[in-house]
């Protein structure tokens, strides 16, 4: 069997599956969010030890893979609630019909992770997929074949593949997955991939979801607790070696505050990593040679002020910073994704903000500023997936607040309960009486008009 016969066969089988209605069971759906919990606690170590093996990740960075478990208990919480139809007033002219929103699940969803956070960001999706009822198969990357291996040793040894699977490969097998009919497709990685996806969806108008990226800007105002900002700033660049997608890509500093904020920041990063970060237990490596070497290219422009340093064998790059960049350099023409953070400085707050909006929308903003106008300006004048004011990284980890892009940084909102919409239709359904039948509607219309306009826009 070809693999493109096997993926058919596959994609048929959960087709089967989920028409037998069993998926949109609550009590089904339940026990099989228990059952992930349970599968993910019993192979926490191997878990861990995986992604520690395809990143270099220091422990307490490798455990953040397991965060999925928080959104399996929210979900379990509030799954009674989520999947309970919502009854809505009908207007006037519907009278006396009963109106109310029901989500169904969309069917066989298929779930696209990418390497930086390899297990976290394949099963955070998979559990608003169980929530809503559907099916889903499972496409992990392959550049952290680590922790690709072990998700398909845990997830096809412990679901019935009609229900979830796992289906490993390069992209080829992508691909071939792509060319099939699916009911939705969630991607999380970059913007290439992600319009080649959207081409490939395009056959079918399946609906995705693109959590992709960009170049997040982190804007750093005069006005701020300087030791505060410093280490906020240089943890979330540098957790995972710079390797997060909402990581800040690059700082907009007012050139009134940033020779204090560089002295900061080098404090900060001595403080983490030591004077060697190369031995720092606490820091990672970069994933593979072909990243390492992109990487190495950005670091040929502008003035490096903080680290620099790197080894190809063992695939580390320091903590840099560089100063004297221009918007034009190569390092501010696409996501870095690695641990270099380049700083560019502004005078006024309105330039600050007119080159932000002279680019594509980032997945993330960040401003440090104790001004509450200045606050205000950023978050009514720009526009970014999402925006964190004094401090990193801490949005994506709430259940309560939706994370996703806007523009080129993806569509659609993940977390929390914003995961089981993704995964759910909200089918709109009108039920009328056959107690009595008004005849205004009816032709013949003369002497109704008049009454039939005004009930019309009520």
Same mark, same amino acid.
């Given at each position: 069997?070809?693999?493109?016969?096997?993926?058919?066969?596959?994609?048929?089988?959960?087709?089967?599956?989920?028409?037998?209605?069993?998926?949109?069971?609550?009590?089904?759906? %339940?026990?099989?969010?228990?059952?992930?919990?349970?599968?993910?606690?019993?192979?926490?170590?191997?878990?861990?030890?995986?992604?520690?093996?395809?990143?270099?990740?220091?422990?307490?960075?490798?455990?953040?893979?397991?965060?999925?478990?928080?959104? &399996?208990?929210?979900?379990?919480?509030?799954?009674?609630?989520?999947?309970?139809?919502?009854?809505?007033?009908?207007?006037? @002219?519907?009278?006396?019909?009963?109106?109310?929103?029901?989500?169904?699940?969309?069917?066989?969803?298929?779930?696209?992770?990418?390497?930086?956070?390899?297990?976290? %960001?394949?099963?955070?999706?998979?559990?608003?997929? &169980?929530?809503?009822?559907?099916?889903? &198969?499972?496409?992990?990357?392959?550049?952290?074949?680590?922790? @690709?291996?072990?998700?398909?040793?845990?997830?096809?040894?412990?679901?019935?593949?009609?229900?979830?699977?796992?289906?490993?490969?390069?992209?080829?097998?992508?691909?071939?997955?792509?060319?099939?009919?699916?009911?939705?497709?969630?991607?999380?990685?970059?913007?290439?991939?992600?319009?080649?996806?959207?081409?490939?969806?395009?056959?079918?108008?399946?609906?995705?979801?693109?959590? $992709?990226?960009?170049?997040?800007?982190?804007?750093?105002?005069?006005?701020?607790? %300087?030791?505060?900002?410093?280490?906020?700033?240089?943890? +979330?660049?540098?957790?995972?070696?710079?390797?997060?997608?909402?990581?800040?890509?690059?700082?907009?500093?007012?050139?009134?505050?940033?020779?204090? $904020?560089?002295?900061?920041?080098?404090? @900060?990063?001595?403080?983490?990593?030591?004077?060697?970060?190369?031995?720092?237990?606490?820091?990672?490596?970069?994933?593979?040679?072909?990243?390492?070497?992109?990487?190495?290219?950005?670091?040929?422009?502008?003035?490096?002020?903080? +680290?620099?340093?790197?080894?190809?064998?063992?695939?580390?790059?320091?903590?840099?910073?560089?100063?004297?960049?221009?918007?034009?350099?190569?390092?501010?023409?696409?996501?870095?994704?690695?641990?270099?953070?380049?700083?560019?400085?502004?005078?006024?707050?309105?330039?600050?903000?007119?080159?932000?909006?002279?680019?594509?929308?980032?997945?993330? $903003?960040?401003?440090?500023?104790?001004?509450?106008? =200045?606050?205000?300006? &950023?978050?009514?004048?720009?526009?970014?997936?999402?925006?964190?004011?004094?401090?990193?990284?801490?949005?994506?980890?709430?259940?309560?607040?939706?994370?996703?892009?806007?523009?080129?940084?993806?569509?659609?909102?993940?977390?929390? =309960?914003?995961?089981?919409?993704?995964? @759910?239709?909200?089918?709109?359904?009108?039920?009328?009486?056959? %107690?009595?039948?008004?005849?205004?509607?009816?032709?013949?219309?003369?002497?109704?008009?008049? $009454?039939?306009?005004?009930?019309?826009?009520?």
């Amino acid at each position: 069997m070809t693999e493109k016969t096997a993926i058919q066969s596959l994609i048929q089988q959960q087709r089967d599956f989920f028409a037998t209605g069993q998926t949109q069971d609550i009590q089904f759906r %339940l026990e099989k969010l228990y059952r992930l919990k349970q599968v993910i606690a019993d192979h926490e170590t191997a878990i861990i030890n995986a992604v520690k093996a395809d990143l270099g990740r220091p422990d307490l960075e490798a455990y953040f893979e397991l965060a999925p478990v928080a959104e &399996i208990n929210y979900a379990i919480k509030h799954l009674k609630s989520w999947v309970k139809p919502q009854k809505v007033t009908p207007s006037l @002219s519907q009278f006396p019909a009963s109106t109310w929103i029901y989500p169904q699940p969309l069917g066989v969803v298929l779930i696209i992770a990418p390497w930086n956070y390899p297990f976290q %960001l394949l099963i955070s999706p998979l559990v608003g997929a &169980i929530t809503a009822g559907n099916c889903a &198969i499972l496409k992990p990357s392959e550049i952290s074949q680590n922790t @690709s291996k072990i998700i398909s040793e845990i997830i096809n040894k412990n679901f019935n593949s009609e229900y979830i699977t796992v289906v490993e490969g390069g992209v080829e097998t992508s691909q071939e997955l792509l060319a099939e009919k699916l009911d939705h497709i969630f991607f999380t990685g970059g913007a290439k991939v992600g319009k080649i996806l959207l081409e490939s969806a395009a056959k079918y108008l399946t609906p995705v979801t693109l959590e $992709l990226g960009g170049k997040s800007p982190c804007i750093v105002d005069e006005e701020i607790q %300087l030791d505060y900002t410093a280490k906020r700033i240089i943890w +979330g660049k540098f957790v995972n070696a710079g390797q997060t997608c909402i990581a800040p890509d690059y700082l907009l500093v007012d050139s009134r505050i940033k020779s204090e $904020l560089i002295t900061a920041m080098q404090q @900060s990063i001595q403080s983490f990593f030591g004077d060697n970060p190369a031995i720092s237990p606490d820091y990672a490596r970069i994933i593979n040679r072909f990243h390492f070497n992109r990487l190495q290219e950005f670091l040929k422009v502008g003035k490096i002020i903080t +680290g620099g340093e790197s080894n190809s064998e063992t695939q580390y790059i320091s903590p840099t910073i560089i100063d004297q960049v221009s918007w034009d350099d190569p390092v501010m023409q696409e996501e870095i994704f690695g641990p270099i953070l380049p700083i560019l400085e502004y005078d006024d707050l309105g330039d600050a903000i007119a080159q932000i909006n002279s680019r594509p929308k980032p997945l993330a $903003l960040y401003l440090f500023s104790q001004n509450k106008d =200045k606050q205000n300006r &950023i978050l009514q004048e720009t526009s970014s997936g999402t925006l964190c004011l004094n401090d990193t990284l801490l949005q994506f980890s709430s259940r309560t607040l939706p994370f996703g892009g806007v523009g080129q940084s993806g569509m659609g909102s993940s977390h929390g =309960k914003a995961t089981f919409d993704r995964f @759910s239709h909200y089918r709109s359904v009108l039920k009328q009486t056959f %107690l009595f039948d008004l005849p205004l509607r009816y032709a013949p219309y003369k002497g109704k008009e008049w $009454l039939m306009k005004k009930l019309l826009l009520m």
